[in-house]
């Protein structure tokens, strides 16, 4: 399937995930905190919002040196930061903010069952954090439970609908584990299309200098039992004009070669196909113009 062969490798990273949500608690503690004026600010508050920037930094430096990272020292600081919530959690035990921040932290050294526990600790004691909901649907993911995770991110786009990484997030377990959901029974094939599409159209719409989004979204109609073609065509039209490199721009029109085929439109997609010449894109493109020769042929 044109599709599968053609996924280009910008969906979002695990580490660019990481980094994304960490955005979240980076100096307002990630949108935990209520805004406060400097001066009113408890020391609880102050103290999370420093160990929240080392951390940051901390993960956005282990980006930076992807392979060449030093697991020993990464793992001695995290165990430092760490050590650090501990003090907090244990000197302020009812800061939800607190253990929101490290349940995250937990969860992105591997330590999920310590991870979930924090986090459901600040969902006990403060139900209306939206990072809160929103790591717990990652949780209940990872460990393999998307049905149970579907209404955390959901409760998560209530609390912060303007959030994108919320909206991907939603579209993502609901695209990838569609079957799971259909076996529920909580869910209709054409339910589940239509929340999954909207979700990834609203990532889309909410962060338009994501490529990522755009594409995912374009991605989608792919997912659909019963996709719009006519629709499907326009967004993969409009989204080379957002595709960063030639190649990307290129497999855009194959693309919307692919659909123009779906929608009995050969001279367009032959028109499109002759625009491609990147040598990476050959393959792709030869299956498409065999595709047109067969439909000719008929």
Known sequence: MIRNNLRLQCAVTRVAAWLAALCLLCVAAGGILPLRAAESETMAERNLKKIAERQRELFAEAAKQGDKLDAETFRAQ??????????????????????????????????????????????????????????????????????????YYIAAIKLAPNEPLYHYQLGTILAEARDEFLKSGEWTRPSLDAAMHAAFKRAAELAPDRFEFAYRYAESFYDLEKPDWDAALQVWSGLEDKAPTPIERQTMRLHAANICLKLGKPDHARALLNTVEETALQTHKQKLLDQLGAAAAK
């Open 78 to 151: 995290a165990q430092s930061i760490a050590h650090e919530y501990e003090l907090l959690v244990r000197n302020n035990p009812t800061f939800p903010a607190a253990y929101a921040a490290y349940g995250y932290m937990l969860g992105k050294i591997g330590m999920a069952s310590e991870a979930t526990a924090m986090l459901m600790k600040a969902n006990q004691l403060d139900p209306d954090i939206p990072l809160v909901k929103n790591q717990l649907g990652n949780q209940l993911a990872e460990a393999g439970k998307p049905v149970q995770a579907a209404p």
